[in-house]
């Protein structure tokens, strides 16, 4: 009876010990299984965030660069962190490196930041790097293997049953072999694993322990079986996320000329112009030419002086005209019948010179000192009507040179520059009142034909003296009518020198680039050049003043262009039929 009683309770020991062991390999095999998923989750998240940064660098380079050396500054870049044990910010890391790689800039600080232990030489680092899939490294063979779960499970139960109970420990401790066995590249996990698993269902171990005791041989058998059929799942998760990796990898890397399936670019509406020529930079802007393609349009422009435009232009090939000048703009909306106008920016006109040129004009009374300095164009129009030379003036030893004083223009019967000076030259030769009427416009054609015919041969746009100034100097061009903005621009660029000034003439007028739309696309341009902020922007980085005034001052601030925030003595000029008289005169004068 007392045999009887004691077997069943050894049996009834066995069984429950057999079922504590199981649970707890199984839960220990549960969470290796579900570390090994969240590692090649992770790995795969960061294979797709390396593929889509290298396709952007691809991009990003695509004008200095090759594909094949993107991806090798990537790969390069990708090596100092394959040991790294916080993988989520590596491909931004990567992209950083790499950047600075292909910029040709040392990228020593991104690796001494992160100070990732595979930034040192390591005969496993190119190994580490390419490898997909690998998140860590692989252990050295004389390393000191982790303890797997059998014997973590072993040591747990050393003060378990004696005799039989010890055995079925010790076997059903080896039964099951976690995941981080160092024996096995974690890699392979997937496959190797589930061949494992296999393997320990069938040790002589789970036999013996079945001929010693039923209950004890069956549950650690089915713990066997669970645990395989566990693995063979996660196994072929895994499995299917490397083969995803493996697909991505194929698709999204494929050079570009072997992938006709991408979606073809939104086509861009072409819209072409003719503009005058102090605009032309704007429309060149690389900034400027992708914002207006975010928009869906693509802009070919052609300078003309805006006279040119008004009058000698064949309007008819052209989606919208862009003069320099309200009055310009008028008569091309007579003559094409147009109500629509759009004024997304201006500028002043101006004086391009130099500090010494500046100084002798104080002197002689003709330039009133400031901040901003300005020309009395009353006190200039008498130099003129005296032929007064350079060396004439008294104390001149800056520019003591024997040529009329005279500021250099564009050609009056094309460019609105040279139109807009006659304008404000013939208000002051007027008594300081705009010029009406037949008898005033003969009084003031004398005058105004001096400022023009002793210059020689003029430029049809203000890009001609503008440009003469900046690369000559002050021996040919002392002083240059320009538009404001052409000077801030420059400066804006660095191409103006320290004793480049910016003068204002007294009385000034102001230029209103007025865009004429002759057609749909060339409406939806204007609407887009006088409403987009980014535009906007863009033309006041180029000198113009816009709607906004913070722009320009900040654009002006930045870079130091001494201008006048506020200009009070701005005069309108005269109508356009006076201004074309006025011009015809001034030609009959050439002749």
Not at 421 to 427: K, N, Q, R
Request: some cysteine.
């Amino acid at each position: 009876m007392f045999s009887t009683v004691s077997t069943e309770s050894a049996a009834g020991a066995t069984c429950e010990f057999g079922v504590r062991v199981w649970r707890r390999e199984l839960a220990a095999v549960s969470r290796a299984e579900d570390e090994e998923i969240v590692v090649v989750v992770a790995t795969v998240r960061e294979e797709q965030a390396i593929r889509q940064m290298t396709d952007q660098l691809v991009r990003d380079f695509a004008d200095t660069h090759s594909v094949e050396q993107v991806e090798r500054a990537v790969g390069v870049a990708r090596q100092q962190f394959g040991g790294h044990p916080v993988r989520q910010f590596v491909p931004i890391l990567v992209e950083r490196v790499a950047r600075r790689r292909l910029a040709g800039k040392k990228d020593s600080a991104v690796g001494s930041v992160v100070g990732s232990p595979a930034t040192s030489a390591s005969p496993n680092a190119t190994t580490e790097a390419s490898d997909a899939v690998v998140p860590e490294q692989a252990p050295q063979p004389d390393s000191t293997p982790a303890p797997v779960v059998g014997d973590h499970t072993g040591s747990s139960h050393a003060a378990g049953p004696a005799g039989a109970h010890g055995s079925i420990d010790a076997d059903a401790s080896e039964g099951v072999v976690d995941s981080a066995d160092p024996a096995v590249p974690s890699h392979s996990t997937g496959v190797t694993n589930g061949a494992r698993t296999s393997t320990t269902a069938t040790k002589p171990g789970l036999g013996k322990h079945a001929s010693d005791d039923d209950s004890g041989g069956v549950l650690a058998a089915l713990g066997a079986a669970w645990s395989a059929n566990r693995r063979l799942v996660s196994t072929g998760l895994i499995v299917a996320l490397v083969l995803v990796v493996v697909a991505v990898g194929f698709t999204v890397r494929k050079p570009a000329a072997e992938a006709p399936t991408a979606a073809p670019a939104q086509a861009l509406t072409v819209v072409h112009g003719v503009v005058g020529s102090e605009k032309m930079a704007f429309f060149q802007d690389p900034k400027v030419v992708d914002t207006l393609a975010r928009n869906g349009l693509q802009v070919d422009v052609q300078p003309a002086g805006s006279r040119q435009i008004a009058t000698s232009t064949d309007l008819d090939r052209y989606d919208f005209a862009f003069p320099s000048s309200e009055i310009t703009a008028e008569q091309i909306q007579r003559q094409r019948k147009v109500n629509t106008r759009y004024i997304p920016f201006s500028s002043p006109m101006a004086i391009a010179t130099f500090a010494p040129i500046v100084d002798v004009l104080t002197r002689a009374g003709v330039v009133g000192p400031g901040p901003t300095p300005t020309l009395d164009v009353g006190a200039y129009l008498k130099l003129v009507g005296n032929n007064t030379r350079w060396d004439q003036l008294p104390g001149n030893t800056a520019y003591p040179v024997g040529k009329n004083i005279l500021i250099s223009t564009t050609d009056p019967r094309s460019s609105n520059s040279a139109a807009l000076y006659l304008a404000a030259a013939s208000y002051v030769a007027n008594n300081e009142t705009i010029v009406q009427g037949t008898p005033a416009e003969q009084d003031v054609i004398p005058t105004l034909s001096r400022l023009f015919v002793g210059q020689g041969y003029t430029e049809n746009s203000s890009e001609g003296p503008f440009g003469n100034y900046l690369a000559g100097g002050m021996g040919p061009t002392p002083l240059a009518w320009i538009y404001e903005s052409q000077f801030v621009e420059a400066a804006a660029q660095g191409k103006t020198t320290p004793e480049m000034r910016l003068l204002y003439p007294g009385p000034t007028v102001w230029s209103r680039h007025t865009l004429i739309p002759l057609g749909d696309s060339g409406d939806r341009l204007g609407q887009l050049l006088s409403e987009d902020k980014g535009l906007q922007r863009l033309a006041a980085e180029h000198g113009f003043r816009t709607g906004d005034p913070a722009q320009f001052g900040a654009v002006v601030a930045e870079h130091g262009v001494p201008v006048a925030a506020d200009l009070l003595d701005v005069v309108a000029p005269p109508t356009y039929e006076t201004l074309e008289h006025l011009i015809d005169g001034v030609t009959k004068s050439y002749n």
